[in-house]
């Protein structure tokens, strides 16, 4: 994973963990990715946690972001700045 992860943006610890790449949901549990996986499975995303706040942040997969500009459960927010 080349994005960047540390620090945490909430404690700036560098104290952080990740997991492997894991189903992002879809069946019976909630899809936190809906539309960006493939035909029969689910988008999948990398979990970050940090161990001095317990801050939990989800990274989707490459595969998953290939697909977000294109898929119509997702709309490209606009940013005020
Ligand atoms: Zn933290």
Redesign the pocket.
């Known amino acids: 994973m080349d994005t960047r992860i540390a620090p945490?943006p909430?404690?700036g610890?560098e104290n952080l963990y990740r997991s492997k790449l894991v189903s992002a949901g879809g069946g019976h549990a909630p899809n936190y990715l809906p539309g960006l996986g493939g035909f029969l499975t689910s988008a999948r995303f990398r979990i970050v946690v940090?161990k001095?706040?317990g801050?939990t942040r989800f990274f989707a997969s490459a595969q998953a972001m290939e697909k977000v500009s294109e898929a119509k459960q997702w709309e490209r927010a606009t940013v005020s700045r």
């Open positions: 945490c909430n404690c610890s940090c001095g706040c801050l």
